[in-house]
């Protein structure tokens, strides 16, 4: 029980982090049209072609995958301790509807995680579907294939409403994942529910609202 | 006053169980939760009917035998309180009462409303003790122990052992209860010997006894009738780590 929830934990703030190294690529993207492309494409190309990140990726879908399984383990695992449920239940009057359904937003976010992995690392990573061209500079075109993807109000949407359950998964997420771990200082604590509050609030809201304005561009 | 209840009816562990509607009249609202069903019992005696089984020792708050589901919440509708202390003025007259018994798979049903905590005896028996003989007790300040520790400790020793942090968690998890019993004896110097060994067992009985881990929902903490705080969980979580790579 120990280590699987540990390893969720774990998984979890290194996928936190990694959020944040996204987040700030993203932005780019906000800027005028071929400042955007040029910043993006390249700064795409000098990760593809880093050694480093690209142990980092290995670490990332590593991290994915344990965080899913060991979840999924765990939550089995709950169900079995808890067999049968109460008929009336308020359990919204003494905990967070966010920590309640920890499981529900996972899904979701992995959902979202597919779909988009479809949309942006099938495409230029594994090559399928349609081809990917390149630049004036000769960098490939990533940001036109998210600059397309974006002029589709149905994915637009899907990205940006996709983001609420994230932005309440790493709410509860961060700081849980922190007491798992065994950190129990209590004014830090208080700061820590802060900061995961920011935080998740930063990421839904960065993360939601570059694809509307890309829409707009 | 008059209520009606709704009660989880259930012969034994091994029969199905099923709500059944009694309607109470004759309640006052000064009328302490437990009164108002020995009341209903009362009335089932005098129509041969068979009485509803539930538990209680102290009716002052401090014993943890009178736990149930009231209207879905542990111990009824107010925090950090025992089912005992519960009074009907927390209902409105007509009112449909569902009482429901503990929830959990290491919580066995025995009959009602009754359920069978052992599985608490067994974690408290690998290590919420210290075996040393003690003898008679000692001048006070001849340990001398700071006092932000003894209100820690003290806070941590308040669990009575109710089981609502397991009933109303969700993966019925007994975190919090354990985390008690750790927290208290390994915060002071008595306990210090047997910290690591205490920290470990008590950790893996709770697992063998098929509770379920914990996600930090908070909803413990809120049904406790001692108010004991979830940050005990993780500082049981930081306590297993040192005794397990450190000793």
Redesign the interface.
């Known amino acids: 029980?120990?280590f699987?929830?540990s390893i969720i934990a774990i998984t979890g703030l290194f996928l936190c982090l990694f959020l944040i190294v996204h987040l700030s690529a993203n932005s780019i993207l906000v800027l005028p049209q071929e400042v955007a492309r040029g910043l993006y494409n390249s700064y795409s190309t000098t990760l593809r072609e880093s050694p480093f990140i690209k142990i980092v990726a290995y670490i990332l879908y590593l991290s994915i995958v344990l965080h899913v399984i060991y979840a999924l383990v765990?939550t089995v695992?709950?169900r079995?301790?808890?067999?049968?449920?109460?008929?009336?239940?308020?359990?919204r009057?003494?905990?967070?509807w966010t920590?309640?359904n920890?499981g529900l937003l996972g899904i979701t976010v992995l959902l979202f995680i597919v779909v988009h992995l479809a949309n942006f690392w099938a495409r230029i990573k594994l090559g399928l579907g349609e081809g990917v061209g390149l630049d004036s500079e000769g960098h490939v075109d990533v940001y036109k294939v998210t600059y397309s993807l974006f002029q589709n109000s149905y994915y637009v949407l899907f990205y940006s409403l996709l983001m609420i359950p994230l932005g309440l998964h790493l709410y509860?997420g961060l700081?849980?994942a922190?007491?798992?771990?065994?950190?129990?200082h209590?004014k830090g604590?208080r700061i820590l529910a802060k900061v995961s509050l920011i935080y998740a609030g930063i990421m839904a809201l960065g993360f939601g609202i570059i694809p509307i304005i890309v829409f707009f561009k | 006053m008059k209520v009606i209840f709704k009660i989880w009816r259930q012969e034994n562990t091994n029969t199905k169980g099923n709500f059944q509607s009694y309607e109470v009249d004759e309640l006052t609202e000064d009328m302490s939760f437990l009164e108002a069903l020995d009341h209903l019992n009362e009335v089932l005696v005098t129509k041969n009917e068979k009485t509803i089984a539930y538990e209680y020792d102290c009716r002052e708050g401090i014993c943890g035998q009178c736990g149930v589901f009231i209207n879905g919440r542990a111990h009824g509708p107010h925090d950090n309180m025992t089912t005992c202390q519960l009074h009907m003025r927390s209902f409105r007259d007509g009112e449909t009462i569902v009482v429901e018994p503990w929830r959990a798979s290491a919580f066995p049903i025995v009959k009602d409303l009754v359920v069978d905590r052992s599985s608490f005896d067994n974690i408290i028996e690998q290590g919420a003790y210290i075996s040393a003989k003690t003898g008679t007790a000692p001048e006070a300040n001849s340990i001398l122990v700071r006092k932000e520790i003894v209100d820690k400790a003290m806070d941590a020793a308040a669990c009575i052992g109710c089981g609502a942090c397991v009933a109303t968690c969700k993966n019925s998890s007994a975190a919090l209860f354990t985390s008690a019993k750790i927290n208290h004896l390994n915060s002071l110097p008595q306990g210090k010997q047997e910290a690591s060994k205490r920290v470990l067992e008590m950790t893996k009985q709770m697992e063998l006894e098929g509770f379920g881990s914990c996600t930090f929902t908070g909803a413990c903490e809120v049904e406790c009738p001692e108010g004991i705080s979830i940050i005990n969980i993780a500082e049981m979580n930081a306590r297993r780590t040192k005794a397990k790579w450190i000793g």
């Open positions: 029980m120990y699987r929830k765990v695992n709950n079995k301790a808890k067999r049968k449920g109460y008929a009336v239940n308020r359990f009057e003494n905990s967070s920590s309640q920890m509860h700081k849980s922190f007491m798992t771990l065994g950190f129990y209590k604590l």
